[in-house]
Nanobody, 118 residues
C-alpha cells in the first residue's frame, strides 16, 4: 500500500516561493501518474498540476501555469511542486495524488497548508 506524505508548506509573503515535496513509502511510484491538487477554504478541490511517470507529459491549470513547476525524482520516490510568484489566492491545502492506472487517483496524501499573505 503506497502512502504519500506532503511537506514544505508554510506561510509566505506574496511574491515569495515555496517547494512542496511528496514522498512515497510502502511501494514505488515510479510508474504512477502523479498530480497536485489544492483546496481553499469554502471552495471545491482544484487541479494544480500533473506529471506522467516518465516526466514526458506535464500539465498545469491556467491559474498556476508559468508560476509553478511540477517535477519528480523516481530514484527518490518523490514528487515536487515548485511555486514561484505566490499570490494570496494560492492559499490552500495542497494534496499530492497518485494514479497507478490511467488518471484515476487512488492514493492521496494528508495535505500541507500553504498560506500566502498580502
Amino acid at each position: 500500500q503506497v502512502h504519500l506524505i506532503e511537506s514544505g508548506g508554510g506561510l509566505v509573503q506574496a511574491g515569495g516561493s515555496l517547494r512542496l515535496s511528496c514522498a512515497a513509502s510502502g511501494g514505488s511510484i515510479s510508474t504512477y501518474h502523479m498530480a497536485w491538487f489544492r483546496q481553499a477554504p469554502g471552495k471545491e478541490q482544484e487541479f494544480v498540476a500533473a506529471i506522467s511517470w516518465s516526466s514526458n507529459s506535464i500539465y498545469y491549470s491556467d491559474s498556476v501555469k508559468d508560476r509553478f513547476t511540477i517535477s519528480r525524482d523516481n530514484a527518490k520516490n518523490t514528487v515536487y511542486l515548485r511555486m514561484n510568484s505566490l499570490k494570496p489566492e494560492d492559499t490552500a491545502i495542497y494534496y499530492c495524488a497518485g494514479a497507478e492506472y490511467g488518471e484515476v487517483y487512488d492514493y492521496w496524501g494528508q495535505g500541507t497548508q500553504v498560506t500566502v499573505s498580502s
